[in-house]
């Protein structure tokens, strides 16, 4: 007779924030214009995440992971430090939403958030295996770091925002 499984912890990531630790763990997160990077390295089985709500710092106070120039980089540097080889991380990359109608300039945050994402994630040679980005729906995923999955549940966010159709 085998012991029980022991139940995987979780943990709920807040916006700014990023994790990655050793110890398997399903991670959540709500996005809409935000981006979740999740990396994953298939042999260390270690998967991080994080979840950024602009695209660049602008060097003014202090640099954090609300930033998405900072926020992917900062979770690369932790995954490299649980033993992560460079070369098998990969990346899943969620959200980016058109949250309040505006399709270009400053309020496109969720499609400056996309361009960022996938240009950075390019320099830095992680291939994208997975994306759900873009759209005018929220998400919310849950990413296990243990076996790189994602469950994503979208959501109609702009619902309230549209006018009502006339007969």
Request: hydrophobic residues 40%; charged residues 15%.
């Amino acid at each position: 007779m085998s012991a029980p499984e022991t139940p995987q912890k979780s943990h709920y990531l807040f916006p700014g924030e990023l994790f990655a630790q050793r110890e398997p763990h399903l991670v959540s997160t709500v996005l809409g214009s935000c981006i979740s990077v999740c990396l994953w390295d298939p042999v260390a089985a270690v998967g991080g995440i994080n979840h950024f709500l602009l695209p660049l710092w602008n060097g003014e106070g202090l640099p954090t992971p609300k930033y998405g120039n900072v926020a992917i980089p900062r979770l690369w540097e932790k995954m490299l430090s649980l033993g992560c080889a460079p070369a098998r991380i990969q990346a899943k990359v969620f959200g980016g939403s058109a949250m309040w109608n505006a399709t270009e300039g400053l309020l496109a945050v969720g499609v400056r958030n996309i361009e960022l994402a996938d240009n950075m994630l390019r320099e830095m040679g992680i291939p994208v295996v997975s994306k759900d980005v873009g759209g005018t729906q929220s998400r919310k995923i849950i990413f296990h770091s243990a076996d790189g999955t994602v469950m994503l549940r979208r959501h109609n966010a702009l619902a309230s925002q549209r006018p009502a159709e006339n007969d």
